[in-house]
C-alpha cells in the first residue's frame, strides 16, 4: 500500500497521509461518495466555477493517518457488507398482487410491533412530484404562486394514474408497465 491518502480533486496532486490539504465548506461537496479534497487554496478555487456555491470557504484538515485510514476503511467494509441471505423454508410460490384489489392487503404484515412503518406506508405517503419544478411551471404559465400542499394532491392523482397503468399491464400479463398501460386524460 502506498503512502497517499487522496488525489487533489483538481490537479491530482498526491496528497499523503498525514498531510495538510482543504475542504470546500459546503456540505455537498463532502459527502462519502463524492469526496473532494484539494491540495491547495488555488485548486479548491479553481472548482468553484462548475459549481454554484452561493456562500464557500476552504477549510484546512489533516489526512488521517494510515492505521486510522485502515482502521476507518475496515468499518466502513464492516457496515456496508449486506447479511447473509436466510435460506427459506416455505416453498409457497410467490403471489403477485394486483393494485386495489380489495382482497388484498397494500400493507404486508410484518410480525413487527404494532405502529411499525413499512415500506408500503412510507411509498403511499411519499410526494412523487419534483415541487421546485411544478411551482416553476405555474409561476411561468400563470404568474401565480404555488403552495407545497399541492404537490400531496398531485401525488395522489399519480398514484391513481399509476395504479391503473399496473392493472392494465397485468391484465396484459406483463410485468413491465409501458406508456401504452397509462390512461390517457380525458
Known amino acids: 500500500m502506498s503512502d497517499v491518502w487522496y488525489r487533489c480533486s483538481e490537479c491530482r496532486t498526491e496528497?499523503?497521509?498525514g498531510g495538510m490539504h482543504y475542504v470546500c465548506s459546503v456540505s455537498t461537496c463532502n459527502r462519502a461518495r463524492m469526496k473532494l479534497v484539494f491540495c491547495s487554496v488555488v485548486c479548491w478555487d479553481s472548482h468553484l466555477s462548475s459549481v454554484r456555491h452561493r456562500d464557500a470557504g476552504a477549510i484546512e484538515a489533516r489526512a488521517p493517518s494510515k492505521e486510522q485510514w485502515q482502521r476507518e476503511q475496515a468499518a466502513e467494509a464492516a457496515a456496508s457488507a449486506p447479511a447473509a441471505p436466510t435460506p427459506s423454508t416455505s416453498s409457497a410460490p410467490v403471489v403477485r398482487r394486483m393494485v386495489g384489489d380489495a382482497a388484498s392487503n397494500p400493507v404486508a404484515p410484518t410480525g413487527n410491533s404494532?405502529?411499525?412503518v413499512t415500506l408500503a406506508t412510507v411509498t403511499d405517503k411519499d410526494v412523487l412530484i419534483v415541487v421546485s419544478k411544478l411551482k416553476?411551471?405555474?409561476?411561468?404559465r400563470s404568474g401565480f404562486n404555488c403552495s407545497d400542499a399541492v404537490a400531496e394532491h398531485l401525488s395522489e392523482h399519480v398514484r391513481a394514474?399509476?395504479?391503473e397503468a399496473i392493472r392494465n399491464a397485468a391484465r396484459d400479463e406483463r410485468k413491465t408497465v409501458l406508456?401504452?398501460?397509462v390512461p390517457r386524460r380525458r
Not at 416553476?136 to 411561468?140: S, V
Request: glycine residues 6%.
Open 161 to 163: 394514474v399509476a395504479d
Open 114 to 116: 404494532p405502529g411499525q
Open 179 to 181: 406508456d401504452r398501460d
Open 15 to 17: 496528497i499523503p497521509f
Open 136 to 140: 416553476k411551471y405555474i409561476k411561468d
